[in-house]
């Protein structure tokens, strides 16, 4: 009887610390949830304020610049059009090329959101430079993973070698970091590792691409810059 008793206090012991380990995990998860959803809906209301300043900026811009136009003036701050794609605004811009958000049209009323990355006007007369980008291009094109933002299309306009790639709206890491930033905060641990995760999933599909004939090709990404 005495063993008996024992046995049953320490698994009772056993099953509060249990319990106990539980509701603490559950309120930490809870806290973190709480501050997860502050920071996204502040980064929310600065990401539609910017956005709505983008909208009007870019209306401002259009107005103007098709008054400079039909007084034949060519300046522009950036193309209405490349290749089939019309162009909105941009987006980024690095030292290789800018990244526009452009639409792409087709048959009864069918249109699509995507981003187009044009080479800058320095770069387009080096061929090597474009080969390498082009080459880049078919081997994203052999990707499909969820982590890997695919390649639609590779095209030669007249302002240069551009790149279609699919539209992912959201908030970007960089964006992320100044909302928590101003919210006196940071992300969480879990936030974090998540993102992280996803971005090694999509290196790790890249490096794992066969060649179709039972290798592999041997890309190694060589810009990962989370931002």
Request: aromatic letters at 6%; zero cysteines.
């Amino acid at each position: 009887q005495i063993g008996a008793f024992d046995h049953s206090e320490v698994v009772g012991d056993e099953r509060r610390d249990v319990r106990r380990r539980l509701e603490r995990g559950r309120a930490q998860l809870l806290a973190e949830l709480v501050v997860v959803r502050f920071v996204i809906s502040a980064h929310g209301a600065m990401r539609r304020k910017q956005t709505n300043m983008e909208r009007s900026s870019y209306r401002a811009a259009h107005v103007r610049l098709r008054g400079v136009n039909a007084l034949g003036d060519p300046a522009r701050s950036f193309p209405e059009a490349v290749g089939r794609y019309e162009i909105a605004l941009p987006i980024a811009s690095g030292g290789m090329a800018t990244v526009y958000l452009a639409r792409a049209r087709g048959a009864e009323g069918f249109s699509r959101l995507v981003a187009l990355k044009l080479v800058h006007e320095h770069l387009r007369a080096e061929p090597a430079f474009l080969s390498d980008l082009v080459e880049e291009a078919k081997i994203a094109g052999k990707l499909h993973h969820p982590n890997v933002v695919p390649v639609l299309d590779v095209g030669q306009d007249r302002l240069g070698t551009y790149l279609v790639m699919e539209y992912v709206e959201g908030a970007s890491l960089s964006g992320l970091f100044r909302a928590a930033s101003a919210a006196g905060t940071r992300l969480s641990q879990g936030v974090t590792l998540r993102i992280l995760f996803d971005a090694l999933s999509g290196l790790h599909a890249a490096h794992e691409l066969g060649d179709g004939h039972g290798g592999l090709l041997g890309v190694v990404h060589r810009d990962f810059s989370p931002q």
